[in-house]
Nanobody
Framework: QVQLVESGGGLVQAGGSLRLSCVAS????????MGWYRQAPGNQRELVAS???????NYANSVKGRFTISRDNAKNTVYLQMNSLKPEDTAVYYC??????????????WGQGTQVTVSP
């Protein structure tokens, strides 16, 4: 079993910054891609950013130039540095990781989500 625990959400004014962290724990042989998704009320969950085990990154167009994803493989941790935040960034942010654990194939795991609220 693998658990993902996010932290770092909160309330910030527009133009401010937040840093999200997500730690994976449990029986982990290898973590492939890790990523951050978000879901605002009434909207579908959408990809914000992802990063491969080798460090290749991918971003949603709406956050390019403002958000930076990174990971520390030794700590099984992924980060999301969010700068120049806008009210439209308000959402619950979820961590995702594709993990080789006890199952024969890799499996996607999700965190419980952390609220990010950006006031005008």
């Amino acid at each position: 079993q693998v658990q993902l625990v996010e932290s770092g959400g909160g309330l910030v004014q527009a133009g401010g910054s937040l840093r999200l962290s997500c730690v994976a724990s449990g029986v982990i042989f290898r973590i492939n891609a890790m990523g951050w998704y978000r879901q605002a009320p009434g909207n579908q969950r959408e990809l914000v950013a992802s990063i491969t085990s080798g460090g290749a990154t991918n971003y949603a167009n709406s956050v390019k130039g403002r958000f930076t994803i990174s990971r520390d493989n030794a700590k099984n941790t992924v980060y999301l540095q969010m700068n120049s935040l806008k009210p439209e960034d308000t959402a619950v942010y979820y961590c995702n990781a594709n993990v080789h654990s006890l199952m024969p194939i890799s499996t996607d795991y999700w965190g419980q989500g952390t609220q990010v609220t950006v006031s005008p």
